[in-house]
């Protein structure tokens, strides 16, 4: 399972930025190590080292590419998208403006094109979800709608009256349906969605998922809810034992989920998270699991639609001959998991 230096060297001849993050390069004649993708010459075979972790170039004398930047995780928000959702957070009543950022140093259309390639939305949009958020929260509070439209942003009632009705499915007088709150944290193998209310969890995906806004719809359409950016207790929950986990610190989540899906899928689900933390099941034993063997198809097929990687681990099942099998979020992340499992199992497993 486990990458040569060969396997790896030609990934990094092919510049292939799908590894990104799972191990990196040292490069001998130059004392600088890259991560793959880096669009720098590739040096010969015999100047490289290979490292599972950036902190072991780092410990063996190697400085960060200033190309490829090996330090930040694949996919990391940057310091301009950090600094400005830092802004709207400090003053949630303020309505930002183009003109706001322009003030500060900051190139409005820098702002909408990083905002829409991390979040999906541009910065307009993630303060407008944002502010209708706090909005909702107030409203439910018992606050006067007028005071939730003026600390929201908006000047106009009808204005405000129509984007919450349209985000909530009821005007603002009207209870509604409740918010999930997304939110993205930072991996080593790239941006995690995090979808949470203030109780449960209910989606953790990669975002190179495959069908990722199919799910977020399907999530949508079957709680009758809508999804707008921010963070809960439960979501500040989730990130910490997702960081605790691909840090080596956690084998087992303990978090409170909410799964959709019929009872088949659910039966599933629970097999998947019965399987030990270093260990692999194939598709037939995980049918023998569930208690029919012959649905090893239909196992296969809820196995890739829980929606909760990692925490309920799809990745641990493969084919029956050994071989990686499917895997949603590539089968570059499935291999780099199970590794990282292996690597960080206790002795006794």
Not at 248 to 256: H, S, V
Request: proline share 7%; aromatic share 8%.
């Amino acid at each position: 399972m486990l990458l040569t230096d060969h396997e790896k060297y030609q990934i990094f001849a092919a510049r292939n930025d799908a590894y990104s993050g799972q191990f990196y390069m040292g490069v001998k004649s130059t004392g600088i190590f890259c991560r793959p993708g880096c669009p720098a010459r590739t040096p010969k075979p015999e100047n490289c080292d290979f490292f599972d972790r950036a902190d072991g170039a780092l410990k063996a004398g190697y400085r960060p590419c200033k190309r490829c930047h090996p330090m930040n995780m694949p996919g990391e928000a940057g310091p301009l998208i950090k600094s400005l959702i830092n802004l709207v957070e400090s003053d949630p009543e303020r309505k930002w403006s183009e003109r706001d950022l322009a003030a500060r140093g900051i190139d409005p259309s820098t702002a909408r094109r990083q905002f829409k390639a991390r979040f999906g939305m541009t910065f307009s949009a993630y303060v407008r979800g944002r502010n209708l958020a706090r909005a909702r929260k107030s409203i439910k509070g018992g606050d006067k709608v007028i005071d939730a439209q003026l600390s929201a942003g908006f000047d106009s009632p009808a204005g405000f009256r129509s984007a919450y009705a349209k985000t909530f499915g009821a005007p603002p007088k009207n209870k509604g349906a409740d918010p999930l709150m997304i939110e993205w944290t930072d991996t080593p193998l790239g941006p995690m969605v995090l979808i949470c209310d203030e109780d449960h969890l209910y989606l953790a995906e990669f975002t190179v998922r495959k069908n990722l806004q199919g799910q977020l719809a399907k999530l949508t359409k079957s709680l009758d809810r809508p999804v707008l950016p921010g963070r809960t207790p439960v979501t500040a929950l989730a990130a910490d034992q997702v960081k605790a986990y691909f840090d080596g610190r956690l084998t087992k989540f303990d978090l409170p989920l909410v799964t959709t899906g019929t009872t088949f899928q659910k039966d599933v689900w629970e097999a998947l998270q019965r399987i030990p933390y270093g260990e692999t099941r194939s598709y037939a034993q995980l049918a023998i699991d569930i208690g029919n063997e012959k649905a090893v198809r239909a196992v296969a097929g809820s196995n890739a639609k829980n929606g909760l990687a990692i925490i309920i681990p799809c990745h641990r099942v493969i084919n029956k001959g050994g071989g990686l099998g499917g895997y949603a979020g590539g089968l570059d992340k499935k291999r780099w998991l199970l590794d990282h499992e292996r690597s960080n199992a206790p002795q006794s497993l």
